[in-house]
Every structure is written in C-alpha cells, then in structure tokens.
C-alpha cells in the first residue's frame, strides 16, 4: 500500500467518505474517473483508495502522474496493490482495509461520478448500504437508457445494489464480513454483500441523485461478462438457497437448455425480429454461464465455504 499524497492537517482522524477505485489495465479511461472525484463540490472531506488488481499497462504510472498534480476537492489519495490475485471481490476489500472513511464509496475507473457524488452519499447513508442512478452511454457516446431502470436491481429475492455506484457503511461491511473471497473473480458480489446486509436487518437504499456516467461495455466485453455473471448467479444461489423459492437447480435442466438455445441462436440472429441480436446471442451465452457455474459451484463444490475479510 502507497499514499501517494501525504494527509492533510488533523486527517489521522477518520475521514467522512473513502472513494475505492478497483482497476486493472486502466490507463486509458482512470483518469476521467479521477478528474471527476477531484471536481466534488460541498464534499465532506473524502479520500481517493485506487486498488491496482494487477494491472500491465501503466494504470499506476498514470495514477501517480494525475496525483502529482493535485487533487482537487480530494484529501489523499493512496495506491493499494493487489496484484497477489486477480480477483475483484479481494481487491475490494483490500481497498477496505486501506480506507479510513465512514463511508465505502464504489466506483469504476471507466466512469464518471457527478460532481454531487460524494455529497449526496453522504448526507443520506447512515446505515447499512445504498446505491445510486447509472445514466448508461455507449462506447460511440450515444445514451442507453434501456440498460438500467430505475431503483436497485430487482430479483425474485431480494434487491441489491451495483458496485459501479454504492455506498456502504464501513463499520457494517465489516460486520457483515466484506466481501466473499470465494467468489469468481468477476461478477455478482454486489448482489451477495447487498442480500447479506438485508439479511443483517441492514438497509440497502436507492438515492437517485448520486449520479454516474456509466460506460457500457463494447460487445465483446459484454459476452464475456454476460457468461462470467451467470457463473457467478449460480455461486449466489448456492449462498443464498431461500433465493430460489420452488426453483431446484439440475445439472441437466441447465443443459438442455444451454443446447436449445444454442441450435435457435443461428436462426434468431438470421430473423432477429423485434429482439435485438445482440439480446438473442447474450441469452445463449447465459445458458452456457449458468451451466459452467452449477458444474464449478454444486457438482465439483468449489469453493465450499465463504471467505470473509477479517481485519488484516
């Protein structure tokens, strides 16, 4: 762990708000993400944790060079290293563990929080956990307004928040053990962490007006995610068994229809209709991703118990 900025006057007592930036090969876009945590206005005082998840592009370098410059409405910033694993639910919560705010604030490096961010979850987040309004654009700068509705992610459980843009008291966090280390490496420990805090009796709030530019994916990336989230969905069913209500997960139910929807995929796409191809071509994938989580998660039992972070 490097502070790359030395704390302000009287800051060894806790700062009101940490903003944890996980990255890994973000030179291109962390910046941007950085800029816009430096614009706060009326912002309690708030630091900046970057977790550096094994980046090989020179995601550190082009952190140092920004901090060098100042860092605006920010305190510190501190550079955390997590290259041991490549592992986002370990890198989060080393950012933890290196964060001295109340609060825990999630944000990605190809983002942009609005200048009120900071504010806002602050002045609303006093309990448990939160999580704000994601304007999605493209990668050609076109808005998405179809990607996320409004509120938290509903499910047939519970609600949860999005890592892209949450809150999360840190006294709670880590009272409700952080996040599961033995997850995938990719997806889903925002719905984990967020049921877990409401089966704490813990809050977890929708504030609209924390506000992010969000990012989508380019569609390659999207594919990959599509399948890697799906995994991951099998790994919270697992944890959370009340989740699944009447549903019974069944190796071959998952694929029979991994091959339907495979043999259909050539001719939805041929006559796409009314739907998407794109839509029709992350459903087959899904299949595959929900497939390879019930193999990895129920048949092999990988891995059998929750890692917490504890208070290394």
Known sequence: MQRDSPPAAGAETPLEASAVIVVRNGEKTIVRQLRA????????????IVVDNASSDGTVAVT?????????????????????RTSIPYARNLGAMAARGRLLLWCDADDAVDPHWVRTFAARVFEGGASGCMRAWRPDGTPAPDVFPGGLQQTNYLPHGSNCNMAIVRSDFLRVGGYDESFPSYGCEDVDISWRLLEAGLPMEYVPEATIDFTVSTRTRQVRKTFLAAKARIAVALRHPQSLGTETLSA?????EAIRQTCLLPMRLARPGQVPRSRWLRNAVATWGRFAGYWTYAVRRKPEQRIEVTGR
């Open 64 to 84: 140092k060079q920004w901090a060098a410059a100042g860092l605006g409405a920010a305190t510190a910033i501190t550079i955390v290293d997590a290259s041991k």
């Open 37 to 48: 945590l430096a614009d706060q206005r009326q912002a309690p005082p708030f630091e900046i």
């Open 252 to 256: 071959g139910v998952f694929i029979v």
